[in-house]
């Protein structure tokens, strides 16, 4: 089993800047994959970044591509999610995903935390 705890969510305004973080615990290495996903209300369950342990590949959701950044601590079996000029439409819970396969569907990750919301003023 994998347990993922993400933070550092909370309300902020158009321009503004958090990182999200993701930490995670138990048989890790069974899921190198590891993916941030938001649903805004009303909305589908979308991939916002993935990244592996080596962070070498990425992908972003393009959306928040120059804006967002995904970033690891392996010693910390952490993952980071940096946002920055965010905008109101970035508004939703943000959920920390891990797995096996290089993927963008949701369905192919197979541990999920518990979310944590970042609202956007205008």
């Known amino acids: 089993q994998v347990q993922l705890v993400e933070s550092g969510g909370g309300v902020v305004q158009a321009g503004d800047s958090l990182r999200l973080s993701c930490v995670a615990s138990g048989r890790t290495f069974r899921t190198p994959i590891t993916g941030w996903f938001r649903q805004g209300p009303g909305k589908e369950r979308d991939v916002v970044a993935r990244?592996?342990?080596?962070?070498?590949?990425?992908i972003y959701a393009d959306s928040v591509k120059g804006r967002f950044t995904i970033s690891r601590d392996n010693a910390k079996n952490t993952v980071y999610l940096q946002m920055n000029s965010l905008k109101p439409e970035d508004t939703a819970v943000y959920y920390c995903?891990?797995?096996?396969?290089?993927?963008?569907?949701?369905?192919?990750?197979?541990?999920w935390g518990q979310g944590t919301q970042v609202t956007v003023s205008s």
């Open positions: 990244s592996d342990w080596s962070g070498v590949d990425e």
């Open positions: 995903a891990a797995g096996s396969r290089y993927s963008r569907n949701k369905n192919d990750y197979n541990y």
